[in-house]
């Protein structure tokens, strides 16, 4: 499972994290209130494509993808919601929809929404709908080294 993995990945770092368990949950929002965390501290990861290309999309539970905003910073024509078909194997050691955006273990860009950085510390799926990770937003800008544009609204 990713959650292995991701510790692993933290552990090696010398970054300090905390697994946050939880009863199931599948919407970041339903995430953000069975962990009992601010939804705007949750970071969803939403698989999003241009052309024959996806990406991680990362952005707070509370907000939604300006996607006109997110093809301007991305320097592509138009980007969409990628379907489930598109990405069910994509990321094989998740729970679909619980992806944590680490899209480099998975070869995929990751775009976080500017919002974040604003966040001392974030929490996101670690691969299950029962598990969050929480870890500094300078931390993860560090280990993940994602693309960062103002995309949500």
Known sequence: MPVKRLKETLDQAGIKYVLVS????YTAQEVAASAHVPGKEVAKTVIVRSGASLAMAVLPASKQIDFHKLAEGMKVKK???????????????CEL?????????YGLEV????????????????GTH???????????????????VAFSH
Request: net charge negative.
């Open 130 to 148: 029962r598990e969050l990770l929480k870890m500094k937003y300078a931390d993860f800008q560090k280990t993940v080294s994602p693309k960062v």
């Open 22 to 25: 939880h009863s199931p949950a």
């Open 79 to 93: 980007v969409e919601l990628a379907t489930e078909e598109e990405f069910r194997g994509l990321c094989p050691d």
């Open 111 to 126: 775009i976080v929404d500017q919002v974040l950085e604003k966040d001392e510390e974030i929490y996101f799926n670690a």
């Open 97 to 105: 929809g619980a992806m944590p955006p680490f899209g480099h273990f």
